[in-house]
C-alpha cells in the first residue's frame, strides 16, 4: 500500500483525510496517514491556535487545505487588509439577498446569535485573506504538505511553499484544471468526482481518475470523491492513484465537531439526498438537499451571488445552523458526498483507518484469488 508520496512524506499508509476538525487531523496522522486541516474558516489568528495545538498532537506531520479560487469577486484588488477587502466588497451585495436570507432562517424558526456572537463576513478564499494564513503555516514545520481548492495556486504561492521544503498539490475536477496543476508545477493533484463533498465538478469519479491519470503521466494523483470504505481505494490504487483522499467520512467521527443533531442527519441521510448547489459558496458545492437550497433555486427568488458574495449572505445562516442544530434542521449547511449513504454509524477515527486498511487488503486478496495466487 505504501505508495511514492507516502516515501516522500514519510507516512505509512496514502490515506489522505480532509477536515475541519484538529481532533480528526491529528488521529488520521496518528494511525499512519496524513490529516489535512481545512483552514477557510479560520482567520490566521486562529490558524496559528490551531497549528499549535496539531505540533502537540501529532506524532508525524499533517497537511493544510487553503482556498484561493481562480475566479472570484474582487480578485485582483490588492494592498487591502482582510478587512478591508471585507468592506469593500459588502458594498456589492444586494439587501434583497440578505434580506432573503434573514427571512428563510426566520420562517424556519432558527434564533439569532447572541448579540456578542459578531463574526467576520468574508472567509479565507481570497488572495487577500489567505497570504497571512501562509505565514502562519511556514512557521509550523510539520505542516508538510499544503493543497489549494478552486484552483492552481498562483506562482508566488507555489514558490513560497515548494522553497520552504513542503509539498503544494491542488484540488481538480476534470483533466483541464490537472493539467493546469502540472504545467505550474505542483508536486500533486488531488482528483474529485462529482460524488464528492464540498465544490467538484460534473464527472463522476469512476470516469474523472483514469483520465487525469492518463493526462498527467508520472505527477502523483490523489483520488478523491465517494470513497468510504476499502473497496473503493482499492480501485483507486488499482487505476493508478498514490493515494486515497476523503472528507465527508470523516463528519461522522467521533471527534468530529459537528453537532449531534447534523451529525444525525447525516447518518440517516441516503446517496440520493445530496445535490449539487451554488446557494451557500457561490460556486457548486455538494450538500444535502433542504429547504434553503430548494429556496434559491426557485424562479421567484434571487439568484446565489458569485464566490464569496454569496457566502457574506449566507454565513449567518452557517453559524445559526452550527449553534441551533435541531431549529436549523430543514436549513442547514450540510456538505457532504454521496458516499453519505455509506456512513450508518458514528465511528471512532483510528476505527475508520482500521477498516478501511482491512478492507482494502481483503479486496487485493480477492483480486489474487482470482489470479490463481
Ligand atoms: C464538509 C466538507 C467541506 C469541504 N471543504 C473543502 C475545502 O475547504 N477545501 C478543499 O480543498 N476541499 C474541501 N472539501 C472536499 C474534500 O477535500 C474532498 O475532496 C472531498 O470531500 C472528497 O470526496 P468525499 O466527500 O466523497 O470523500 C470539503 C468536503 C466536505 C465534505
Known amino acids: 500500500m505504501r505508495t511514492e508520496i507516502c516515501e516522500r512524506l514519510g507516512i505509512e499508509f496514502p490515506l489522505f483525510a480532509f477536515t ?10 496518528n494511525s499512519g496517514g496524513l490529516g489535512v486541516l481545512g483552514a477557510v474558516g479560520f482567520s490566521a489568528e486562529q490558524l496559528e491556535v490551531e497549528l499549535t495545538w496539531l505540533d502537540e498532537h501529532v506524532n508525524g506531520i499533517y497537511g493544510v487545505d487553503l482556498v484561493i479560487p481562480s475566479k472570484y469577486e474582487g480578485k485582483g484588488i490588492d494592498g487591502l487588509s482582510p478587512e478591508q477587502l471585507e468592506a469593500e ?31 467576520a463576513q468574508l ?35 507555489v514558490a513560497q511553499i515548494q522553497e520552504s521544503g513542503r509539498l503544494i498539490g491542488a484540488l ?9 496543476h502540472k504545467n505550474a508545477g505542483l508536486d500533486f493533484v488531488v482528483c474529485q468526482g462529482t460524488e464528492g463533498g464540498g465544490h467538484c465538478g460534473e464527472v463522476s469519479s469512476m470516469v474523472l481518475w483514469p483520465q487525469v491519470i492518463d493526462a498527467i503521466g508520472d505527477m502523483p494523483v490523489l483520488a478523491a470523491g465517494g470513497i468510504g470504505d476499502g473497496r473503493q481505494v482499492a480501485a483507486a490504487l488499482a487505476m493508478g ?12 467521527v467521533e471527534e468530529a465537531n459537528v453537532p449531534p443533531a447534523q451529525m444525525q442527519t447525516y447518518i440517516d441521510a441516503t446517496s440520493h439526498d445530496t445535490v449539487r448547489s451554488r446557494s451557500w459558496t457561490g460556486k457548486p458545492c455538494r450538500m444535502l438537499k433542504n429547504d434553503w437550497t430548494d429556496a434559491w433555486e426557485r424562479d ?74
Open 89 to 119: 466588497l459588502a458594498k456589492n451585495v444586494p439587501q434583497q439577498h440578505r434580506d432573503f436570507a434573514a427571512r428563510l432562517l426566520s420562517d424556519h424558526g432558527v434564533p439569532e446569535l447572541p448579540e456578542d456572537e459578531h463574526h
Open 172 to 180: 481538480c475536477g476534470s483533466v483541464k484544471h490537472a493539467l493546469n
Open 300 to 373: 421567484d427568488t434571487p439568484n446565489p451571488l458569485p464566490m464569496p458574495l454569496q457566502m457574506m449572505v449566507a454565513l449567518d445562516g452557517v453559524k445559526r445552523g452550527h449553534r441551533y442544530p435541531e431549529q436549523a434542521k430543514d436549513v442547514n449547511f450540510n456538505p457532504v458526498g454521496q458516499v453519505v449513504g455509506m456512513m450508518t454509524k458514528v465511528e471512532r477515527t483510528a476505527d475508520v483507518m482500521q477498516r478501511l486498511i482491512e478492507e482494502y487488503v481483503e479486496s487485493c486478496e480477492r483480486l489474487n484469488k482470482l489470479n490463481g495466487a
Open 241 to 252: 492513484a498514490q493515494g486515497a483522499w476523503t472528507g465527508s467520512l470523516w463528519l461522522t
Open 123 to 157: 472567509l479565507g478564499w481570497t488572495a487577500t485573506t489567505v497570504a497571512p494564513q501562509i505565514e502562519v503555516i511556514l512557521r509550523h514545520p510539520k505542516a508538510k504538505l499544503v493543497a489549494n481548492a478552486l484552483g492552481t495556486p498562483p506562482p508566488d504561492v
Open 20 to 29: 475541519h476538525c484538529r481532533d480528526v487531523a491529528a488521529a488520521v496522522s
